[in-house]
């Protein structure tokens, strides 16, 4: 943790960090999410990644975990009473960054088994808004 008290907390996991800094994004930290999510690379390389993530996420025996996870997220960005920064961004905008919050959420959970670059393609454009996520990527 940082001398202005942010970072990880004790214990804290880092999906559980990512869940809590989701909910302090404001509307521009979701649109510079869904501009890197534009800019992600190729499609194929990145449903290789995602398939190899919830190949490991099923080996593993976490199908349902990544089941509650995904509707957790989902229950923050769009189902119910959305946290502000989600609901005021939505149409195409919200829906990118919430693909890349599920990208980066399915990377945490997959990550022990997962291979370095491909938890590096579905955690990028989550880190362009939080960078701990890739903390030896060069800032953008």
Do not use: F
């Amino acid at each position: 943790m940082d001398k202005e008290g942010y970072g990880a907390r004790p214990q804290q996991t880092d999906l559980d960090r990512l869940l809590e800094d989701c909910r302090t994004l404001s509307p521009a930290g979701v649109e510079r999410i869904a501009v890197a999510w534009d800019h992600r690379g190729d499609p194929a390389t990145y449903r290789a990644a995602e398939r190899a993530a919830l190949r490991q996420l099923e080996l593993a025996g976490m199908g349902d975990s990544w089941d509650a996870t995904r509707n957790r997220l989902l229950g923050l960005t769009e189902r119910g009473t959305p946290l502000v920064a989600w609901k005021s961004e939505r149409g195409a905008v919200g829906h990118k960054a919430e693909d890349a919050l599920l990208a980066a959420a399915l990377a945490l959970l997959a990550r022990p088994g997962l291979a370095p670059h491909q938890a590096r393609i579905l955690l990028g454009p989550m880190a362009r808004a939080l960078p701990w996520l890739l903390p030896d990527a060069a800032p953008a």
